[in-house]
């Protein structure tokens, strides 16, 4: 079974500071995309950003950005310049090995502070 | 353009009770999925369906059952509810590939007594 780890449960930063939220994956399909959600209190999931994993460079959407080491299957998540509103489960997403569905990690609860 | 659209927001069951969750998107996407999230954790595929016409199996598919309707909705059934299936459910769909983003629904809150 493919597996999505996110190894902090929470996170917790000051407002205008940067956090990285970590994740590692285990597919073993080629061509691939890997997604960040973010999911606040409303329940709501929303796509952060996206990695298409054939590209070196690392995706940016504005403040977030990611760190894809594709040989160590990691895929970390970057948040400058924090805001009150980036309060929010993250949820780090790849898919399985046939390409068919995604696979979720577990979350992490990132509470910015005033 | 509603996007991923899923009825009722909020249900509450007595166990045994039978209900259907419907969702129904207009992106025209050929992919769609039911999700649950339990809380204080991520989602677990209950069931799919890559394009109209079929549907399988996904992490967690014990107690449900699902139709594609047609190439817009997708519906969830519950027929016999138990208090083990009280979580929250998404459905989502994207156009085609792995390559594509999956799009969420707001989700269905459903408690089971």
């Known amino acids: 079974a493919q597996t999505v780890t996110q190894s902090q449960p929470e996170m917790s930063v000051q407002e205008a500071e940067t956090v990285t939220l970590s994740c590692t994956y285990d597919?073993?399909?080629?061509?691939?995309?890997l997604f960040w959600y973010k999911q606040p209190p409303s329940r709501q999931m929303i796509l952060v950003i996206r990695?298409?994993?054939?590209?070196?460079q690392n995706a940016t959407e504005n403040r977030f950005s990611v760190n894809f080491q594709k040989a160590a299957k990691s895929f970390s998540l970057k948040i400058s310049d924090s805001q009150l509103g980036d309060t929010a489960m993250y949820f780090c997403?790849?898919?399985?090995?046939?390409?068919?569905?995604?696979?979720f990690g577990g979350g992490t609860r990132l509470m910015v502070k005033p | 353009n509603a996007g991923v659209t899923q009825t009722p927001k909020f249900q509450v069951l007595k166990t045994g009770q039978s209900m259907t969750l419907q969702c129904a998107q207009d992106?025209?996407?050929?992919?769609m999925y039911w999700y649950r999230q339990d809380p204080g954790m991520g989602l677990r595929l209950i069931y799919y369906?890559?394009?109209?016409?079929?549907?399988d199996k996904g992490e967690v598919p014990n107690g449900y059952n699902v139709s594609r309707l047609n190439k817009r909705e997708f519906s969830l059934r519950l027929e016999s509810a138990a208090p083990s299936q009280t979580s929250v459910y998404f459905c989502?769909?994207?156009?085609?590939?792995?390559?594509?983003?999956?799009?969420f629904g707001p989700g269905t809150r459903l408690t089971v007594l």
């Open positions: 992106m025209n996407h050929n992919s």
């Open positions: 597919t073993s399909e080629n061509n691939y995309y």
């Open positions: 369906s890559a394009s109209e016409g079929t549907t």
């Open positions: 989502a769909s994207r156009r085609d590939s792995s390559t594509d983003t999956q799009y």
């Open positions: 990695q298409e994993a054939y590209k070196q």
């Open positions: 997403a790849s898919p399985n090995n046939a390409g068919n569905m995604l696979t």
